[in-house]
C-alpha cells in the first residue's frame, strides 16, 4: 500500500513538471506571436500608406485625363473578359 503512495506522489511530481515545462513553452509562444503581431502591424501600415497614395495619384490621373481614362479601363475590361472566356471555355474545339 505504501508502494502505491509512493508512485502516486512520484507520478504528481512529475505531473507537475510537465505541467510547468508546458506552461515555460507556452509563455514563449505567446511572447512570440505577440511580437510577430506586432511586425506584421507594422508592415501593413506601411503598405496601407503606400496604397493610399497610389490611390490619391490614380484619382488625380482620372480627374486630369478622363478621357483617357476610360479608354484604359474599356480595354482592360475587353482584356480580362476576353482571358476569362478563353479561361472558362478551356480550349476545346467543337
Known sequence: MEEAKNLSQGETTVS???????KQK???????AGEEWVHI????QVYGEGAEEFFDSLARYIKENPQRASI??????LSVGLILGILIRGGKDK
Request: charged content about 40%; hydrophobic content about 35%; proline content about 0%.
Open 41 to 44: 502591424k507594422e508592415k501593413m
Open 16 to 22: 507537475k513538471q510537465k505541467y510547468e515545462e508546458l
Open 26 to 32: 507556452y509563455e514563449a509562444l505567446r511572447s512570440k
Open 72 to 77: 484604359i479601363a474599356g480595354i482592360l475590361g
